[in-house]
């Protein structure tokens, strides 16, 4: 649905993009993750036909971005970082606005209104002045306007930007519906738990460059040869510890108390087995867990070796 090849863009001496190449199916929800200045905006640009390529191509919809402008922008709804509301207006004539602007026919606008209304639960705010929304209910009109053409394409810069935790969690249930009805959604965030729970694939950027793509598990995998494993104790600590220290497929024990965390080496069996080794040895075990990576651990993984 989304393809980049090559894309770079430079301004002057400096290399804001340096060669990005991207591939996002349909249906996907794909987090574009890194700190700010990665190139995540000046690459959403881009792809939304609001930037000019110093190199490069991108296809989005079967068109391509540099050819084909205009049923590009058919085709997505775009929600920058920052977008201006006006004064006087109120939400239903601001989306009406932006349904104007799509050439959607003046018959068809109010039921569409109405529905878009309904989806990003702003139907009581339908009345009201834009200007006078709270930044929460001002993201969710923002995210309204990119629908009103019904687009398949979802590029969204920072949606979840300034916004309350209850807020940030709406934000998130709206993505998941929005996949539900087939929309492929592409999100950057800087803001790495704002991703974590709802995206299947994300990319990660940093300083122009993608360090890595693809599905969230697969990435993990890449970066975690060796199974987390976390164990907590009521008693008998160091007891458990002599015994986790004597296996071969344990290393770097890190304790604290009656909290233990360690690399395991082995495979799933094993570690059932390792389990039962340590109640069989009369070790109380109140916690016995996997620790799986986060997004946070894999993109401060990557970009150490990056920087390495």
């Given at each position: 649905?989304?393809?980049?090849?090559?894309?770079?863009?430079?301004?002057?001496?400096?290399?804001?993009?340096?060669?990005?190449?991207?591939?996002?199916?349909?249906?996907?929800?794909?987090?574009?993750?890194?700190?700010?200045?990665?190139?995540?905006?000046?690459?959403?640009?881009?792809?939304?036909?609001?930037?000019?390529?110093?190199?490069?191509?991108?296809?989005?919809?079967?068109?391509?971005?540099?050819r084909s402008p205009a049923h590009v922008k058919r085709s997505i709804g775009f929600?920058?970082?920052?977008?201006?509301?006006?004064?006087?207006?109120?939400?239903?004539?601001?989306?009406?606005?932006?349904?104007?602007?799509?050439?959607?026919?003046?018959?068809?606008?109010?039921?569409?209104?109405?529905?878009?209304?309904?989806?990003?639960?702003?139907?009581?705010?339908?009345?009201?002045?834009?200007?006078?929304?709270?930044?929460?209910?001002?993201?969710?009109?923002?995210?309204?306007?990119?629908?009103?053409?019904?687009?398949?394409?979802?590029?969204?810069?920072?949606?979840?930007?300034?916004?309350?935790?209850?807020?940030?969690?709406?934000?998130?249930?709206?993505?998941?519906?929005?996949?539900?009805?087939?929309?492929?959604?592409?999100?950057?965030?800087?803001?790495?738990?704002?991703?974590?729970?709802?995206?299947?694939?994300?990319?990660?950027?940093?300083?122009?460059?993608?360090?890595?793509?693809?599905?969230?598990?697969?990435?993990?995998?890449?970066?975690?040869?060796?199974?987390?494993?976390?164990?907590?104790?009521?008693?008998?600590?160091?007891?458990?510890?002599?015994?986790?220290?004597?296996?071969?497929?344990?290393?770097?024990?890190?304790?604290?108390?009656?909290?233990?965390?360690f690399e395991f080496g082995g495979t799933m069996k094993e570690i059932v087995d390792?389990?039962?080794?340590?109640?069989?040895?009369?070790?109380?075990?109140?916690?016995?867990?996997?620790?799986?990576?986060?997004?946070?651990?894999?993109?401060?993984?990557?970009?150490?070796?990056?920087?390495?």
């Amino acid at each position: 649905m989304i393809k980049v090849r090559g894309f770079v863009k430079r301004y002057g001496d400096f290399p804001a993009v340096s060669g990005i190449d991207m591939d996002i199916e349909e249906g996907d929800i794909y987090g574009f993750i890194g700190p700010n200045g990665a190139g995540k905006t000046t690459t959403m640009r881009f792809l939304s036909t609001l930037l000019e390529p110093t190199r490069g191509e991108a296809w989005v919809n079967g068109y391509s971005v540099t050819r084909s402008p205009a049923h590009v922008k058919r085709s997505i709804g775009f929600m920058p970082d920052r977008f201006g509301v006006y004064d006087g207006m109120r939400v239903w004539e601001f989306l009406d606005f932006f349904a104007v602007a799509y050439g959607i026919p003046k018959k068809k606008r109010p039921g569409i209104i109405e529905d878009v209304l309904v989806l990003l639960d702003l139907q009581g705010k339908r009345d009201d002045l834009v200007n006078g929304l709270s930044r929460g209910m001002q993201q969710r009109l923002c995210l309204a306007k990119t629908l009103v053409h019904d687009p398949p394409v979802l590029i969204l810069d920072e949606p979840a930007s300034g916004l309350d935790p209850r807020a940030r969690v709406e934000i998130k249930e709206l993505l998941r519906e929005l996949q539900r009805m087939g929309k492929t959604i592409l999100i950057s965030s800087h803001i790495l738990s704002e991703l974590a729970d709802c995206c299947n694939k994300v990319g990660i950027i940093e300083k122009g460059k993608v360090l890595a793509s693809g599905p969230v598990d697969e990435i993990i995998k890449s970066i975690r040869r060796n199974i987390i494993v976390e164990v907590v104790v009521s008693e008998k600590a160091e007891e458990c510890e002599y015994l986790l220290r004597t296996s071969d497929l344990i290393d770097n024990i890190e304790r604290g108390g009656d909290d233990f965390r360690f690399e395991f080496g082995g495979t799933m069996k094993e570690i059932v087995d390792l389990h039962s080794w340590l109640i069989a040895s009369g070790i109380p075990v109140l916690w016995f867990r996997e620790v799986r990576a986060d997004l946070e651990d894999v993109f401060m993984t990557i970009t150490k070796g990056e920087v390495a």
